[in-house]
């Protein structure tokens, strides 16, 4: 009987510990939106106009197998379905364009294209070289296999982007992409010899030549707006609920709002903002800047003003997510488990809509508060890490605080979001 009563009490001992435990445990989130991510380098100050020249290497293109040079091919040529103007295009961000003819085309950070070549001090040449191509195969012998030696084929290719002034021909900018690429054809040879003897004859018929074409159309622009462009683009955020909302009302609403978030984030629905409690904390926003500017009027392009008031709304969305977690965490109390949980819900939360909106000294204040708790620190750091890359990247443009001095006025926009 003793027993029984032991191991009933011990069972109750568990489920108690359990609920216990379940009430201080988070259900974490990852939420997608879109926001301005910023390049590794900006074009200086003073250019208001560019144009583009495009180089495809004379050279031959040489063909190794597994280490050694075993032919050249024809160089690379523009032919119907690689052609110049679509690569112009493609670089100038005119893919909704007929042509490139019209009023307004849009173009790296809205300078100006000019078609025809022009010598002026504020003109610049985006000059790319597609150069150095290489077709070139690994074989490997797997043994027990029938045929043993396989390959892995790639193509290579260097994309030198250069950033010219027009009448001094200085080379103001340079970037240069080192690209290597498998392939997805894997040939198989019964010896080595006779896998060698087969790539050398047939390596690029493996490799498909329009992976190659492909590769450059599909990538070129892609690379520049990573040099020099700012670019608008879903990325990932955490966000976290609590997993038993009944032990505290305010756990409820903490979740009940995620649930909002995560709905407008799969466009399912618009939350619905909350104008007097943006009205009654003008402080706090002030602070945060999270004061809405609008400056639609600074956006030529179409694409990039439906964006930018993308970002506004985004901004007044967050700002009322912010500040009802905010007002939230003042009602939580850190010394009782189940509220500490949510506490460092509610700091999380603030701390990724922050990140969001590339405001990455009040999110890293937000999660100095969270690593205070001493709760989850690994999902923290986490956070921080990612919030600290996005810092670094905003700091090219910035020296004690302020732009640069040689920064190109058109990125100001941005800069002062």
């Not at 609920?241 to 978030?261: C, G, H, M, Y």
């Not at 989850?376 to 302020?402: D, H, I, L, P």
């Amino acid at each position: 009987m003793k027993r029984k009563i032991t191991i009933l009490l011990t069972a109750l001992f568990f489920i108690s510990f359990n609920s216990k435990t379940t009430a201080q445990s988070y259900k974490s989130e990852v939420l997608s939106f879109s926001n301005f991510v910023y390049p590794e380098s900006y074009i200086p100050e003073g250019y208001h106009s560019y144009g583009v020249k495009l180089h495809l290497s004379p050279d031959l293109i040489v063909v190794f197998v597994d280490g050694e040079k075993k032919g050249t091919r024809p160089p690379l040529s523009y032919n119907e379905f690689f052609r110049e103007k679509d690569l112009k295009r493609a670089i100038i961000g005119t893919d909704t364009e007929p042509d490139m003819k019209g009023y307004h085309i849009p173009t790296i950070m809205e300078l100006a294209y000019k078609q025809s070549d022009i010598e002026a001090k504020d003109h610049f040449v985006l000059d790319i070289s597609i150069k150095n191509i290489a077709y070139t195969s690994n074989i490997k012998e797997t043994k027990n296999v029938d045929p043993p030696f396989s390959s892995e084929i790639y193509y290579r290719y260097d994309a030198v982007y250069k950033i010219i002034n027009s009448l001094t021909k200085e080379v103001v900018m340079e970037k240069t992409y080192n690209v290597k690429e498998l392939t997805n054809t894997s040939p198989l040879g019964k010896t080595k010899a006779e896998l060698v003897s087969y790539l050398t004859a047939n390596i690029d018929k493996d490799l498909l030549f329009n992976q190659l074409v492909k590769n450059i159309q599909e990538n070129m622009r892609t690379r520049l707006v990573s040099w020099i462009d700012v670019e608008y683009y879903q990325d990932s955020f955490y966000f976290s609920r609590i997993s038993k909302e009944d032990k505290n009302p305010i756990f409820a609403k903490l979740n009940q709002d995620v649930d909002v978030l995560e709905k407008w984030s799969k466009n399912k629905a618009e939350p619905t903002i909350d104008e007097a409690i943006l009205s009654a904390n003008t402080e706090f926003i002030q602070k945060n800047n999270l004061v809405l500017k609008d400056e639609s009027g600074r956006f030529q392009d179409e694409t990039r003003l439906k964006n930018y008031k993308n970002y506004l709304n985004k901004k007044k969305v967050f700002s009322d997510f912010i500040l009802k977690m905010e007002q939230y965490s003042k009602e939580l109390d850190q010394n009782d488990k189940g509220q500490k949980a949510a506490l460092w819900a509610c700091y999380i939360n603030i701390a990724s809509s922050f990140q969001v909106l590339n405001n990455s000294k009040s999110s890293l204040e937000y999660l100095q508060k969270a690593y205070a708790l001493k709760y989850q620190e690994g999902k923290v750091r986490n956070v921080e890490e990612e919030v600290k890359a996005k810092e670094t990247k905003m700091n090219v443009f910035f020296a004690n605080g302020e732009i640069k001095k040689d920064v190109n006025s058109q990125y100001f926009k941005y800069l002062t979001l």
